[in-house]
């Protein structure tokens, strides 16, 4: 479900389903909370991902809750439908929210 990448001295969580809800929120916080830790630039990268409902996003707000407060996550890729409930949630005030990678790397480089 969750691919691992490095560029430019960020991890990078490529999220590799169609959908974030109730059917595999947890197998997603499951795998990805060890993942993060120990790295403080993060980009979850949600371009595969087609559909989130609250509990994908209470999925990924848990998995991020213990981070640092240097660490910096920002998420890329979303579809418009995940961008609405992003906005719609309000998480676009606890994320960086990017484009596209290079706009994320840039994001994390200026916060």
């Known amino acids: 479900m969750i691919k691992t990448e490095t560029s430019a001295g960020v991890t990078i969580f490529v999220i590799e389903t169609q959908r974030l809800d109730a059917s595999n929120a947890t197998a997603f916080h499951s795998q990805l909370a060890p993942l993060i830790k120990g790295?403080?630039?993060?980009?979850?990268?949600?371009?595969?991902?087609?559909?989130?409902?609250?509990?994908?996003?209470?999925?990924?707000?848990?998995?991020?809750?213990?981070?640092?407060?240097?660490?910096?996550?920002?998420?890329?890729?979303l579809t418009p439908a995940v961008e609405t409930i992003f906005k719609l949630l309000r998480m676009d005030m606890f994320f960086l929210v990017a484009a596209d990678r290079s706009d994320a790397i840039a994001l994390l480089e200026s916060a």
């Open 39 to 77: 790295h403080d630039r993060i980009i979850l990268d949600f371009t595969s991902v087609e559909f989130m409902d609250s509990t994908g996003i209470g999925a990924l707000v848990g998995v991020t809750k213990g981070k640092s407060p240097d660490a910096r996550i920002a998420m890329c890729g």
